[in-house]
């Protein structure tokens, strides 16, 4: 069993940043891919970006203003936010896949003012 545990949501001002964070913790895994995905209320769950060992992947909406990132050794993935817009708001999610199995962390809500 995965666990996967995100911090670093909050309240911000559009135009500003905050950086979001996504440990993933367990015995006898392999992690293939790292990402967050959003869902905003009454909408669908979306990717917003990804991170294997030798590329990414990111939403039109975010490129060129989020990075996503990765640091193996600790299996953590991180998603630096900038130019934050109310539109971004929303519950972030990490998920955390291997071959086999697929893990979804608990959601940090990320609130932007206008």
């Known amino acids: 069993q995965v666990q996967v545990v995100e911090s670093g949501g909050g309240l911000v001002q559009a135009g500003g940043s905050l950086r979001l964070s996504c440990a993933a913790s367990g015995s006898s895994y392999s992690v293939k891919v790292m990402g967050w995905y959003r869902q905003a209320p009454g909408e669908q769950r979306e990717l917003v970006a990804e991170?294997?060992?030798?590329?990414?992947i990111y939403a039109d909406s975010v490129k060129g203003r989020f990075t996503i990132s990765r640091d193996n050794a600790k299996n953590t993935v991180y998603l630096q936010m900038n130019s934050l817009k109310p539109e971004d708001q929303a519950v972030y999610y990490c998920?955390?896949?291997?071959?086999?199995?697929?893990?979804w962390g608990q959601g940090t809500q990320v609130t932007v003012s206008s």
């Open positions: 991170i294997t060992t030798s590329s990414t």
């Open positions: 998920n955390v896949r291997g071959w086999t199995w697929d893990s």
